[in-house]
């Protein structure tokens, strides 16, 4: 079992940039796969970014590519979201999760969630 906590949310300003951490507990990191979600108010969860074991393989949902960067360090434990030029309707709450899959785009292909991290962007 791994548990997550991830930090670095807040208030930002459209174009602003925040990075997101999740630090997972445990010494098996490096065998799950990451995913960072999101859930905006009155929405369903949607996928952001997965990353795989070794970081060789990496998805992002199309309404963020080119502005996150998804990436990990297993010696850390640790799986990082770099967001850049942020608009208001990337406001929601973050979640990390963690799949015991080589990889997965979807909420069902996660075992484990952290507990998620506010991010507000401000027009």
């Known amino acids: 079992q791994v548990q997550l906590v991830e930090s670095g949310g807040g208030l930002v300003q459209a174009g602003g940039s925040l990075r997101l951490s999740c630090a997972a507990s445990?010494?098996?990191?490096?065998?799950?796969?990451m995913g960072w979600f999101r859930q905006a108010p009155g929405k369903e969860r949607e996928f952001v970014a997965a990353i795989s074991r070794s970081a060789a393989s990496i998805y992002y949902t199309d309404a963020v590519k080119g502005r996150f960067t998804i990436s990990r360090v297993n010696a850390k434990n640790t799986v990082y979201l770099q967001m850049n030029s942020l608009k208001p309707e990337d406001t929601a709450v973050y979640y990390c999760?963690?799949?015991?899959?080589?990889?997965?785009?979807?909420?069902?292909?996660?075992?484990?969630w952290g507990q998620g991290t506010q991010v507000t962007v401000s027009s």
């Open positions: 999760a963690a799949s015991v899959r080589d990889i997965a785009t979807v909420r069902r292909g996660y075992d484990y």
């Open positions: 445990g010494r098996t990191f490096s065998s799950y796969a």
